[in-house]
């Protein structure tokens, strides 16, 4: 069965700290994974995925396979990073996404 | 970019009536697109598949008489959910991806229908 979870509901941390937001998936085989973020009153918006290795707004994830892990970092946090964040996985072959629980992140400045 | 509209934004309804919920790709055509829900403070849950000339795919657990689904063209699905009950009360979003873009879903923004 393809699940992900996203362990803190809640994060809150101070402007210029790192951030880390966890992502942990279960999947059989190579899925895909993505990052979509809500700001405030917006739609959801892809924010990164793994395949294209790419930092977008400073934020990176890696795709951990051992640990089956896609955790999203940031070195210094910026208050407009306040948001929600969701893991998603699609599993190879599928065109469906599958959501994590979500993060709710907070900066305090 | 593409971008994926919802009309109505809000809805309020009374109990066992329908209500019809559009999903439109502005400027791209979808021949798949997606119905998910979601509750206060929680995640998106998949609710269908719309794909554009056949059946929807229903997720496990969701009924397919009471949420029908109707993908008619390349970019216009529809979501009408029939005799409403106060718990269809929810957020529902949409989603799309252009054709040869399947890694990169663009989202509606959402209706919020509240059924008394």
């Known amino acids: 069965a393809q699940r992900v979870t996203q362990p803190e509901k809640l994060l809150s941390v101070f402007k210029g700290a790192p951030v880390e937001l966890k992502c942990n998936y279960s999947y059989s085989g190579s899925p895909e994974l993505f990052w979509y973020v809500q700001y405030s009153r917006q739609r959801l918006q892809l924010l990164l995925r793994h395949i294209s290795r790419e930092s977008i707004k400073g934020f990176t994830a890696d795709l951990n396979k051992g640990e089956t892990s896609f955790h999203l970092k940031k070195p210094f946090a910026q208050e407009e990073d306040s948001a929600m964040y969701y893991c998603a996985l699609k599993g190879e072959g599928a065109q469906k996404l599958v959501f994590g629980q979500g993060t709710r992140l907070t900066i305090n400045p | 970019g593409a971008v994926v509209s919802q009309h109505p934004s809000r809805v309020i309804c009374k109990s066992g009536t329908s209500v019809k919920i559009e999903c439109r790709s502005l400027d791209f055509q979808a021949t798949t697109m997606f119905w998910y829900r979601q509750f206060p403070k929680q995640s998106l849950m998949l609710m269908a598949t719309s794909n554009e000339g056949s059946k929807a795919t229903y997720e496990q657990g969701v009924e397919k008489d009471k949420f029908l689904i109707n993908h008619a063209s390349l970019t216009l699905s529809t979501l009408t959910v029939t005799s409403a009950h106060p718990e269809d009360s929810s957020f529902y979003i949409c989603?799309?991806?252009?054709?040869?873009?399947?890694?990169?879903?663009?989202f509606g923004p959402g209706t919020r229908l509240t059924v008394l």
């Open positions: 989603s799309a991806f252009p054709s040869g873009r399947a890694n990169e879903q663009f």
